[in-house]
């Protein structure tokens, strides 16, 4: 069935590091994709989104990168905080008037101080 | 302005039982998607309600169903509980004619199966 995939389940970095979480989509249609953050013992929370027309998108410390040659996706943290620590899914999003967003399994962050 | 609301945060139930979590979407949302994530994993689509109706389901058996009040709450009812049906599950609302496609989350229920 439909899935996104991640090329890495947990990553670990230093403190003040830059981090990059990748992954791979395998819907061609999707034209929405979203990186989102969940904390323990939380729902997961919306980070930045991407249009399938643009290739980057940044925002406050975080930055979106679409290749849609290779169907994959990178999440980038710029200064990595101990505050990023979490777990990362990137989800993609296809449908209108009723959309679906498709889960990726999740990246492990590890920020060590 | 509150946010997504679930209940209970945690239970335990035995094999063969039935089970029902409720969800109050964030104020102003009138689509609430129903997920299951097994512990260390994305979360997975079960179902997706819109105007009192299913309008999209993922691939889970049909012991597993919903409902959605007028009021936009939503409930996910699972019948013949299994072990394997342990898991936290994730209410999300939204806009049905989206501009963005932000799922906003509640916390979850933690379902135990014994």
């Known amino acids: 069935g439909e899935s996104v995939g991640l090329h890495l389940p947990t990553l670990s970095v230093q403190e003040g590091d830059n981090s990059i979480i990748n992954c791979a989509y395998s819907n061609s249609a999707s034209d929405y994709f979203i990186w989102y953050k969940q904390e323990s013992g939380k729902g997961p929370q919306f980070i930045i989104d991407i249009r399938s027309n643009m290739d980057k998108r940044q925002g406050q410390r975080v930055t979106v990168l679409l290749n849609k040659t290779v169907k994959h996706l990178s999440l980038q943290i710029a200064a990595t905080q101990p505050g990023d620590s979490a777990v990362y899914f990137c989800a993609e999003i296809s449908g209108t008037g009723g959309f679906k967003t498709i889960f990726g399994a999740g990246t492990r962050l590890f920020v060590k101080a | 302005d509150a946010g997504v609301t679930q209940s209970p945060t945690h239970l335990i139930k035995t094999r063969g039982q039935q089970v029902t979590l409720r969800c109050s979407p964030k104020?102003?949302?009138?689509?609430v998607s129903w997920y299951q994530q097994a512990l260390g994993q994305g979360p997975q689509f079960i179902f997706q309600?819109?105007?009192?109706?299913?309008?999209q389901r993922g691939n889970f058996p049909d012991r597993f169903s919903g409902h959605q009040f007028p009021n936009y709450s939503s409930e996910l009812n699972v019948n013949a509980l299994l072990l394997g049906d342990s898991a936290l599950y994730l209410c999300?609302?939204?806009?049905?004619?989206?501009?963005?496609?932000?799922?906003?989350f509640g916390e979850g229920s933690r379902l135990t199966v014994l």
């Open positions: 104020s102003g949302h009138d689509t």
């Open positions: 309600y819109y105007e009192e109706e299913e309008r």
């Open positions: 999300a609302s939204s806009f049905f004619n989206r501009n963005t496609g932000e799922l906003f």
